[in-house]
């Protein structure tokens, strides 16, 4: 069982972060911001794939301006995300519900001083967004980019905010390797109770970012660390809330959906494992229900990894076995089991409903 470390909870729009609430996943548009037709569609593809929140980029007036607009048009809580120029945030503050700053290129205190006053008007939290790569000088001088650097940042970036009597905040600690990125959150963690945005910052395609991802988010997740997650993949911002709720589930804090047990290729297969998995995770992709279920090639594993499964294919040569909740409830012809397994997940989901 993970014990997720304590944190104060906030809210960004209605979602809550930190304290006793679930795990966010959130994902950030690459449209044009000033697009506000292609932003908002953006936005509502991401609702449908299943984000929790959403970022937008905010790099020009023309796009803080957008805001009210795109806002209007979606439901998805909004967070913008600014870069050098205070006063978009000041803009911006009107219309979002949060604001993300970069403390290594927003400016002098002065400036941070104006958007904590936007913020606390409108009751908005502030991310503060630590990125290894864009250190203030005087962080990167005495510690280079590390996650030394980062924590000091981000320790003195928190409690200058606290300074201002300012604490609804989160903090983002990121590198675009792994070590750097689980060192800096690990090492900030007992410093403070703030709940933790999780992320590797550039981490490339959906092959490397998934995989770094996975090592990363997954590492802190397991050590209790972290309130709410971005994988940051170059292609498909869907990938990104895919692989996000496929690391919370596999790591243990969400059931939902199918959990799929399929055995390795190898000489002992006795049927197109592959295709049927496939064909399994097609079909069975608009299930939320938590369900185990085992699909395997032989009957080597297959009977043992049934035991847990709530529904199990078993294959064998020319026929195969349907088994639920470890007893056998079929013998078929190969070609008529997956249908047949189909059906049974499905009876399965409506009777897990009722109960």
Same mark, same amino acid.
């Given at each position: 069982?993970?014990?997720?470390?304590?944190? *104060?909870?906030?809210?960004?729009?209605?979602?809550?972060?930190?304290?006793?609430?679930?795990?966010?996943?959130?994902?950030?548009?690459?449209?044009?911001?000033?697009?506000?037709?292609?932003?908002?569609?953006?936005?509502?593809?991401?609702?449908?794939?299943?984000?929790?929140?959403?970022r937008v980029a905010v790099p020009d007036m023309e796009a803080a301006l957008a805001l009210k607009s795109i806002k209007e048009q979606t439901s998805l809580?909004?967070?913008?995300?600014?870069?050098?120029?205070? *006063?978009?945030?000041?803009?911006?503050?009107?219309?979002?519900?949060?604001?993300?700053?970069?403390?290594?290129?927003? %400016?002098?205190?002065?400036?941070?001083?104006?958007?904590?006053?936007?913020?606390?008007?409108?009751?908005?939290?502030?991310?503060?967004?630590?990125?290894?790569?864009?250190?203030?000088?005087?962080?990167?001088? *005495?510690?280079?980019?590390?996650?030394? %650097?980062?924590?000091?940042s981000a320790d003195y970036n928190i409690k200058f905010l606290e300074d201002l009597g300012f604490t609804d905040i989160k903090v983002s600690l990121k590198?675009?390797?792994?070590?750097?990125?689980?060192?800096?959150?690990?090492?900030?963690?007992?410093?403070?109770?703030?709940?933790?945005?999780?992320?590797?910052?550039?981490?490339?395609?959906?092959?490397?970012?998934?995989?770094?991802?996975?090592?990363?988010?997954?590492?802190?997740?397991?050590?209790?660390? %972290?309130?709410?997650?971005?994988?940051?993949?170059?292609?498909?911002?869907?990938?990104?809330?895919?692989?996000?709720?496929?690391?919370?589930?596999?790591?243990?804090?969400?059931?939902?959906?199918?959990?799929?047990?399929?055995?390795?290729?190898?000489?002992?297969?006795?049927?197109?494992?592959?295709?049927?998995?496939?064909?399994?995770?097609?079909?069975?992709?608009?299930?939320?229900?938590?369900?185990?279920?085992?699909?395997?090639?032989?009957?080597?594993?297959?009977?043992?990894?049934?035991?847990?499964?709530?529904?199990?294919?078993?294959?064998?040569?020319?026929? %195969?076995?349907?088994?639920?909740?470890?007893?056998?409830?079929?013998?078929?012809?190969?070609?008529?089991?997956?249908?047949?397994?189909?059906?049974?997940?499905?009876?399965?989901?409506?009777?897990?409903?009722?109960?």
């Amino acid at each position: 069982m993970i014990k997720r470390y304590p944190t *104060k909870k906030i809210f960004v729009g209605n979602v809550a972060i930190g304290g006793d609430a679930p795990i966010s996943v959130q994902s950030m548009t690459y449209t044009k911001t000033s697009d506000i037709q292609a932003t908002v569609e953006q936005i509502k593809l991401l609702h449908f794939a299943g984000a929790d929140i959403v970022r937008v980029a905010v790099p020009d007036m023309e796009a803080a301006l957008a805001l009210k607009s795109i806002k209007e048009q979606t439901s998805l809580p909004l967070v913008a995300d600014i870069h050098f120029n205070y *006063k978009l945030a000041l803009i911006a503050a009107e219309s979002v519900d949060c604001i993300r700053l970069n403390p290594g290129n927003i %400016g002098s205190k002065d400036r941070v001083k104006e958007v904590v006053k936007a913020c606390q008007n409108r009751n908005l939290p502030i991310r503060i967004g630590v990125n290894c790569g864009s250190l203030e000088k005087e962080f990167e001088n *005495k510690y280079g980019q590390t996650p030394e %650097g980062m924590v000091a940042s981000a320790d003195y970036n928190i409690k200058f905010l606290e300074d201002l009597g300012f604490t609804d905040i989160k903090v983002s600690l990121k590198a675009s390797d792994v070590q750097r990125t689980v060192q800096a959150y690990r090492d900030l963690r007992p410093m403070n109770n703030y709940p933790f945005h999780l992320g590797v910052t550039e981490a490339g395609t959906l092959f490397h970012s998934t995989i770094k991802s996975s090592i990363a988010l997954g590492s802190l997740l397991l050590d209790g660390i %972290g309130d709410t997650m971005r994988i940051s993949i170059t292609g498909e911002l869907e990938k990104e809330i895919e692989v996000g709720r496929a690391i919370l589930k596999d790591a243990g804090l969400t059931k939902e959906g199918l959990n799929i047990i399929s055995c390795p290729t190898c000489g002992r297969i006795e049927a197109d494992l592959v295709t049927a998995v496939a064909q399994v995770e097609e079909r069975t992709k608009h299930i939320r229900t938590p369900l185990n279920v085992s699909v395997m090639g032989c009957v080597v594993n297959a009977l043992g990894e049934a035991k847990s499964a709530d529904v199990a294919i078993a294959y064998g040569k020319g026929s %195969g076995l349907i088994i639920k909740k470890g007893e056998t409830i079929a013998k078929l012809p190969t070609e008529e089991l997956l249908e047949r397994f189909l059906e049974e997940v499905e009876k399965e989901v409506a009777n897990q409903k009722e109960d």
